[in-house]
């Protein structure tokens, strides 16, 4: 199994986190689940962190079965339809994501 997770670093807008976190749940966690050969999504809003990860929002991961699987789902249409949603809400927040991918052991 492995997992791409997407960390987002930074902060929601001041006066937006209730449009941006209702934005994750109606237009991102959708986009997410439908990626070619996603197997679960997860999503979370950190309530407390140690520095340095005081600036993370948002954690999104999505386990694919194999590592082919999940690149097979990078250059899907799929992914394009999730890029766009994330786009969408972009307005919401200041900073950037990263991704990582983990092989579970």
């Given at each position: 199994?492995?997992?791409?997770?997407a960390i987002?670093?930074?902060?929601?807008?001041?006066?937006?986190?209730?449009?941006?976190y209702?934005?994750?749940?109606?237009?991102?966690?959708?986009?997410?689940?439908?990626?070619?050969?996603?197997?679960e999504?997860?999503?979370?809003?950190?309530?407390e962190a140690e520095?340095?990860?005081?600036?993370v929002?948002?954690?999104?991961?999505?386990?694919?079965?194999?590592?082919?699987?999940?690149?097979?789902?990078?250059v899907?249409?799929?992914r394009?339809?999730a890029?766009?949603?994330?786009?969408s809400?972009?307005?919401?927040?200041?900073?950037?994501?990263?991704?990582?991918?983990?092989?579970?052991?």
């Amino acid at each position: 199994m492995f997992t791409r997770s997407a960390i987002f670093k930074g902060r929601v807008k001041p006066g937006h986190e209730a449009e941006f976190y209702s934005a994750v749940k109606e237009r991102l966690v959708p986009a997410w689940t439908q990626m070619l050969h996603a197997v679960e999504v997860r999503v979370y809003r950190p309530c407390e962190a140690e520095p340095p990860g005081a600036d993370v929002f948002l954690v999104q991961e999505i386990d694919y079965p194999s590592l082919a699987h999940l690149e097979e789902a990078l250059v899907s249409s799929r992914r394009e339809a999730a890029v766009e949603a994330l786009e969408s809400v972009q307005h919401l927040y200041e900073g950037q994501h990263h991704h990582i991918i983990y092989e579970r052991l």
